[in-house]
Each structure stands twice: as C-alpha cells, then as structure tokens.
C-alpha cells in the first residue's frame, strides 16, 4: 500500500511541474529586434497585434489585428475583402482611444506615431514603423516580416506579388506608346489640384515605383526628384504638369466638385486619356493596396487602347 501511495505522488508532482513548465516557457518567449527607436522586446509570435496605420502589411503576412485605425479602415477600401468583425476600430488616426486599446489587451502594437509611443508603452510593447525608412514594397514588407517574426510569409508573399506585377507592367507596355508620361490628380479641392508624386498614397507608388510608369516631366522634376510625396498646384497651371494620360482621383458619392474650365483644355481629356480612380481605394499605400491598385491601373489604362 505504501509503495502505490509513493507512485501517486511521484505522479502527481510530476503532473504539478508539466502543468507549471510551459507557463514558464511562455514568459520568455520573447526576442529582441532593431527598431527606428531602438531596440525593443517584442513576443516571438505576437497573438494579439494593435496597427494604428499600416494595416495591409500586417495582413499580407496573415495576421489579422485585433485593432486597426477607423481612418484606415474607412480610405483602405481594398483592404476590407481581409478584415473581419475580428478587428475592432481604435479611433481616428490621430485621435486613438488609449481606453479601447487597453481594453483590446493586444501583445503588440505598430504605430507609425512616434509621439505616441510612451502611451502605447504603457499598454503593451510598441515598434514604430515608419514606412519612408524603406525603399518599396519589398523593404516594407521584409521589415514588417521581421517585426511580426513571419519572415518566410513575407518571401512567399513577396514571390507571388512579383509575378503579378511582372504581368500588369507587360500590360501596361502592351497598351500605350513607349515615351507615353501619365500624372495622377486628386481633384478633392476646386481652389486647387493635388499633383502626385511616387508616393504611397494616392496611386502614386503603384504607377510610379511598382508600374515604372514615366511621370510628366515637370512632376519628375519638381516632386519626385525632390521626394515630395505631392503637390498643391492651382489649376490655371495644371497644364504644366499634365502628361499624356490622367488618372483622376475623385470623391466618392455626391461630394465631387465640379472641375473648373481649364480642364477641358488638356489634351489627356480631349483625347479620352482621362481614367477616374476612387478616393477611398486609392488613398492607402500598403503592399496588398498598392498591388490591387496596380493591376485595376493596368487593367483600366488598357480598356482605352
């Protein structure tokens, strides 16, 4: 009798210390990674992640937050086809509540806001990424693969979105003349026009840096090359910077102005060279946003041939 009772509680000491093992494991299942910041501890496979901006490339390395911005998830459009009733809105870019936050008890949180970081800090660990550090998509999102340590979904990801670059570029070629310059334009104000640059938002990455479309020659100069992101340029000189084909980023709904008189001058309108792009799909430039906005671009510039 006394040899059964020694055996159970041999057996129940070492059941007590299996159950106590992994929740010892789990506390220092962290790493360390190089951030704009500094270093920071993040957990080695986040569950619970908070994006105050750059949802879609969270969601190409497939986690879906559990937060994301009400601004993103308004103008990032494309994005909504992957988000489910999973992620719950934070508030306004530049207006998120700490209160929802912490309530969201998330294990990690990418903002794009440095001046937030000591908040954020106090809810769970924090990792600024600031998208203009990187030179393309490739960089954003082998960046991000390494913050959310999903380096192998980033190269997978990054694979198949060559190959459908590769195809909307020979579209692209197929369909308009070899010197042929594009501009993009968001008409959101009358006074005056929006001129874009290679930037990630509003199309601009995805006809100038993914679609190596060639920018007016005024827009290359007085924008690109100075890495500016965009231009308010009033529309009695808009003809300057006007090439060959327009992509029109207009309101959606009722809200779009009428365009002043001079618009009609521009030999992209005379000529039906003119392709309308909606505001709250192209504003984002994450990975999958700029992607999708590539291939509606090379679909649409195509439809004119």
Same mark, same amino acid.
Not at 15 to 29: G, H, I, L, Q
């Given at each position: 009798?006394?040899?059964?009772?020694?055996?159970?509680?041999?057996?129940?000491?070492?059941?007590?210390?299996?159950?106590?093992?992994?929740?010892?494991?789990?506390?220092?299942?962290?790493?360390?990674?190089?951030?704009?910041?500094?270093?920071?501890?993040?957990?080695?496979?986040?569950?619970?992640?908070?994006?105050?901006? #750059?949802?879609?490339? !969270?969601?190409?390395? +497939?986690?879906?937050?559990?937060? $994301?911005?009400?601004?993103? &998830? *308004?103008?990032?459009?494309?994005?909504?086809?992957?988000?489910?009733?999973?992620?719950?809105?934070?508030?306004?870019?530049?207006?998120?509540?700490?209160?929802?936050?912490?309530?969201?008890?998330?294990?990690?949180?990418?903002?794009?806001?440095?001046?937030?970081?000591?908040?954020?800090?106090?809810?769970?660990?924090?990792?600024?990424?600031?998208?203009?550090?990187?030179?393309?998509?490739?960089?954003?999102?082998?960046?991000?693969?390494?913050?959310?340590?999903?380096?192998?979904?980033?190269?997978?990801?990054?694979?198949?979105?060559?190959?459908?670059?590769?195809?909307?570029?020979?579209?692209?070629?197929?369909?308009?003349?070899?010197?042929?310059?594009?501009?993009?334009?968001?008409?959101?104000?009358?006074? #005056?026009?929006?001129? !874009?640059?290679?930037? +990630?938002?509003?199309?601009?990455? $995805?006809?100038?840096?993914? &679609? *190596?479309?060639?920018?007016?020659?005024?827009?290359?100069?007085?924008?690109?090359?100075?890495?500016?992101?965009?231009?308010?340029?009033?529309?009695?000189?808009?003809?300057?910077?006007?090439?060959?084909?327009?992509?029109?980023?207009?309101?959606?709904?009722?809200?779009?102005?009428?365009?002043?008189?001079?618009?009609?001058?521009?030999?992209?309108?005379?000529?039906?060279?003119?392709?309308?792009?909606?505001?709250?799909?192209?504003?984002?430039?994450?990975?999958?946003?700029?992607?999708?906005?590539?291939?509606?671009?090379?679909?649409?510039?195509?439809?004119?041939?």
């Amino acid at each position: 009798m006394k040899k059964w009772l020694m055996v159970l509680m041999v057996l129940m000491l070492a059941a007590c210390s299996a159950k106590e093992e992994p929740a010892t494991d789990a506390k220092t299942d962290t790493r360390e990674i190089e951030t704009v910041m500094g270093k920071v501890t993040v957990p080695s496979n986040p569950q619970r992640v908070i994006v105050d901006w #750059d949802l879609g490339h !969270v969601i190409a390395l +497939g986690v879906e937050p559990v937060g $994301a911005s009400k601004t993103t &998830l *308004e103008f990032g459009q494309l994005l909504k086809q992957f988000v489910t009733d999973k992620t719950d809105e934070i508030g306004r870019d530049g207006q998120v509540s700490y209160e929802k936050v912490l309530e969201l008890e998330p294990d990690l949180i990418i903002t794009w806001n440095r001046d937030q970081v000591a908040e954020y800090e106090k809810i769970a660990p924090t990792v600024v990424f600031d998208t203009t550090q990187y030179d393309g998509v490739h960089e954003q999102l082998t960046a991000m693969g390494e913050i959310l340590n999903r380096q192998n979904e980033a190269k997978d990801w990054l694979a198949d979105y060559d190959q459908r670059v590769a195809k909307a570029k020979a579209q692209i070629k197929a369909s308009v003349p070899k010197d042929a310059t594009f501009t993009i334009i968001d008409s959101g104000t009358v006074k #005056d026009a929006i001129v !874009v640059g290679k930037s +990630g938002e509003r199309g601009g990455l $995805a006809a100038y840096g993914v &679609l *190596e479309m060639k920018a007016a020659d005024k827009i290359q100069r007085d924008i690109i090359d100075k890495k500016e992101s965009r231009a308010e340029v009033s529309w009695e000189s808009i003809q300057d910077f006007a090439g060959d084909y327009i992509f029109l980023i207009t309101q959606q709904g009722d809200n779009q102005d009428e365009l002043p008189s001079v618009w009609q001058s521009l030999d992209a309108v005379k000529n039906g060279r003119v392709i309308e792009l909606k505001v709250k799909e192209y504003f984002t430039g994450d990975p999958i946003s700029t992607l999708l906005q590539a291939e509606d671009m090379a679909a649409k510039v195509a439809e004119l041939k």
